[in-house]
């Protein structure tokens, strides 16, 4: 098989959590570029149709779907409306996620428990519905978590205080991991995307402020842009990975290197 057609997608669904706007997005033409059909989910449906219309001018098949993954009892019947709609789930990509920034002495427990019920719990309610409805069932799928280089290290609390964030992204990593031993005997692969900074709504506030920092510390001397994240997630998502499992790939410009 030659490295084009491991690399195509066509005729596979994808699901992207998180997937109106930035990183999911940008993933989710990607993903389509390639040849998938995909479904994204999001809170708002103004977002998620201005989405939709986004990738069907690409000439991608999209489906939006209203699900807040912060509420457990929603994302079942979330994934019975898409696996009535195209019948399967071979790719799924967790990208949904929060933060909160704050100093760790004084930081609120219900902030803390919001990330850490969206970043984990979320995570994991989605993964276990797909893998339960749609991917053990037909022994295949491809898993990816989209993590960050703060479930790696620690930051420094001059560019923004986030204990909260950077707990939930280490537990992702060591999901990730336990999955894809887990499931493997499925031929699911589970594997993460650990980004540095982007420019999205979530970094904004960050990047406005201690840009010449941000910089400074990336070899690449850039943030990431708008096609940096999809080669990555078609690697993952594709054939061309089904011996790569547990695995987190770092996309940084080199931040966590120096």
């Not at 079942?76 to 996620?97: F, H, Q, Y």
């Not at 506030?205 to 999809?230: F, N, Q, S, W």
Request: charged share 20%; net charge neutral; hydrophobic share 45%.
């Amino acid at each position: 098989m030659g490295v084009r057609e491991l690399l195509d997608l066509t005729g596979r669904v994808a699901l992207i959590t998180g997937g109106s706007r930035g990183l999911g997005l940008q993933i989710a033409e990607g993903l389509g570029e390639m040849g998938a059909r995909v479904a994204i989910t999001a809170r708002k449906a103004k977002e998620l149709d201005e989405a939709a219309a986004h990738l069907r001018k690409q000439g991608i098949e999209a489906l939006p779907l209203v699900c807040d993954l912060s509420d457990p009892e929603a994302i079942t019947p979330m994934v019975e409306r898409l696996l009535e709609s195209w019948g399967k789930i071979d790719i799924l990509v967790n990208n949904a996620g929060a933060t909160w920034g704050a100093p760790a002495m004084d930081h609120p427990l219900d902030a803390w428990q919001k990330v850490m019920h969206l970043n984990l719990t979320g995570t994991f309610l989605v993964t276990q519905a797909v893998a339960k409805h749609a991917m053990i069932p037909r022994r295949q799928g491809r898993i990816i978590n989209i993590a960050s280089v703060s479930g790696l290290k620690g930051k420094d609390p001059r560019l923004m205080a986030t204990i909260a964030y950077h707990t939930s992204k280490g537990g992702m990593v060591n999901m990730t991991r336990a999955l894809a031993a887990e499931w493997a005997q499925y031929q699911i692969t589970v594997n993460a995307i650990a980004p540095g900074f982007f420019p999205t709504k979530m970094t904004q506030g960050t990047l406005d402020r201690a840009i010449d920092m941000i910089l400074d510390r990336c070899p690449l001397g850039r943030v990431g842009g708008d096609e940096d994240l999809k080669g990555a997630a078609v690697l993952l998502a594709s054939d061309a990975s089904s011996y790569i499992t547990g695995q987190i790939l770092v996309v940084d410009g080199g931040q966590t290197v120096v």
